[in-house]
């Protein structure tokens, strides 16, 4: 059995920060894990007063009979919703964050949105 983690990098100026992890799913052998993984990895919608914004993935192994106890989401909405991205900034990027966040509502809110055309 295997689980990934989460990890939610941020970078001001040139200081890069681990600012979140979290355990996601429960997977029955290392490929589908990393299958899931590689839709996870990658830039995220950059908050504002930030140079960067991405996600990596980690797959990791369980000892048999053990489960994961998923952890609270990642607090990613709350720091957009204080520092709002200018645009989406990565191809993906929302499709990344529908991902975190999981349900349909979720995957469903950013559709059709063309965020180069606000200003």
Do not use: S
Request: net charge neutral; charged share 20%.
């Amino acid at each position: 059995m295997y689980t990934m983690i989460l990890l939610l990098y941020l970078q001001q100026g040139l200081d890069v920060t681990l600012d979140q992890a979290k355990l996601h799913g429960e997977f029955a052998n290392q490929a589908a894990c990393e299958t899931a993984a590689r839709k996870l990895r990658g830039p995220i919608p950059i908050p504002r007063n930030l140079q960067a914004a991405w996600q990596d993935v980690m797959c990791i192994k369980l000892a048999n009979n053990v489960h994961v106890n998923e952890m609270k989401p990642v607090e990613l909405g709350t720091l957009l919703q204080l520092n709002p991205p200018l645009n989406c900034q990565a191809e993906g990027a929302w499709a990344r964050v529908a991902e975190m966040c999981g349900g349909p509502a979720a995957a469903a809110a950013p559709a059709g949105e063309d965020r180069r055309d606000r200003r």
